[in-house]
């Protein structure tokens, strides 16, 4: 299909925006009579259900192409925005099968494969048939964050490039600071403990004491325990089971006297600073960093249980789109979104670094 925006981006004239191309998808499908419906849900071990309904072309001739081309993506925004590792297919056999021959050892979507399932859930990705009456209800929790100010408060920030930290006294900054460092490629877990453990105390240096600690960071986070994060791509992930996992806690209870500290997604908590900033609810926020990363307040002001990792997710369906590094996928946030996005592009604007590192 050929898709072309109402403006053209300068340094990106090939983009192809991820709901245009759905938009003249579903366009093409609601002009065939003999499109149908496909239902797909996305589950985990917990119950944790998230439902989706479209309709798709006949599978027939060059239908095809299209047709696994916008479910395909659909499925793979919807991991990354929802989180789960069992899709169930109803509607449509090919498809389920396509599916399957993707995220598997192997397909083009190993890596989502692996991250999602192995690390995140513990257990790879499948991909099942099913009918729609067989299909289980939406289902979903959520959780409320305090929005407390009051005190002698410590919060941090964990990123690609730095380490962001602040002492707080009843919602003023009595002091910041960013310390430069390099967690990528670190093979040994104790870099990243006593990076974390140093930021903290250069921030309780300025208060009389520390009533509670709140963080942020790259990575999924669940009751503040890291289950993975760009930030240790290069520990072990027995490493990340065995020490990284729960430094936050460890620090809790052995170096900050078992006081409230709580860790949550960076993107989490850009959209409840968001939230908390206009006063408002049913705020989206967009951290624009090393990576991506993003967190959604719902209109009831509480955080959901959803992955919000859309650094992987599709933005551009262009067949010229950046490729991750890391997911080896095209056209996903983090090269749109980010610092990534700016050295993507500075060459094409007549810049030249050289081998100068994206955060100088």
Known sequence: MNIQPKITPVLDPGFVPAVLWNQAFEAKVAAEPASHQVDIALTRVDGTCFRWSGKILPQT????????????????????????????????????DMLASQYCEGGAREFDWDFIGKKIYGAPITVQKTTVDALPPEYSGSMTLGRNLDGYRIGFDLGGSDRKCAAVVNGEVVYSEEVVWDPYFQKDPQYHIDGIQDSLERAAAHLPRVDAIGGSSAGVIINSEVRTSSLFRGVSQEDIEKNLGKVFRTLQKEKWNNIPFEVVNDGEVTALAGAMGMNDNAVLGVAMGTSEAAGYVDPEGHIKPWLNELAFAPVDYSSEGGIDEWSKDMGVGALY?????????????????????FPE
């Open 61 to 96: 001739g060059e239908n095809v192409a299209l047709n696994n081309r916008y479910i395909e993506r659909i499925v793979k925004f919807l991991l990354w925005q929802k989180g789960g590792n069992i899709i169930l297919v109803a509607g449509d056999d090919a498809i389920a």
């Open 337 to 357: 979104f980010s610092q990534q996005a700016v050295a993507r592009l500075a060459p094409r604007a007549g810049f030249d670094f050289g081998s100068m590192p």
